[in-house]
């Protein structure tokens, strides 16, 4: 089974960017779905963007236009780029692979923004 890891976090100022990598262990290829999670202290993890093996893609309305999700199957990778980073972006980003049913996810990695 595919292993995600998640890099890219860290400690930006309110307005900056960073830009989020999930690197599977084996390859992307085939039918799928890519996200990225948030999950914010004592809340259920929610989604921030996902992206079909297909290239589309889909939002939550509080990061539409500041952050964009892209996948690169050959590098087996998909990316996160944040801009316009508010405090409350702040929280744990997870990577999550779904196919054919089956869910893997990453171990997460902390975003923090100061205001």
């Known amino acids: 089974q595919v292993q995600l890891v998640e890099s890219g976090g860290g400690l930006v100022q309110a307005g900056g960017s960073l830009r989020l990598s999930c690197v599977a262990s084996?390859?992307?290829?085939?039918?799928?779905?890519m996200g990225w999670y948030r999950q914010f202290p004592g809340k259920q993890r929610d989604l921030v963007a996902q992206i079909t093996s297909g290239g589309n893609t889909n939002y939550a309305d509080s990061v539409k236009g500041r952050f964009t999700i892209s996948r690169d199957n050959a590098k087996n990778t998909v990316y996160l780029q944040m801009n316009s980073l508010k405090s409350e972006d702040t929280a744990v980003y997870y990577c999550r692979r779904t196919k054919r049913g089956s869910v893997t996810w990453g171990q997460g990695t902390q975003v923090t923004v100061s205001s």
């Open positions: 084996g390859s992307i290829l085939g039918i799928d779905v």
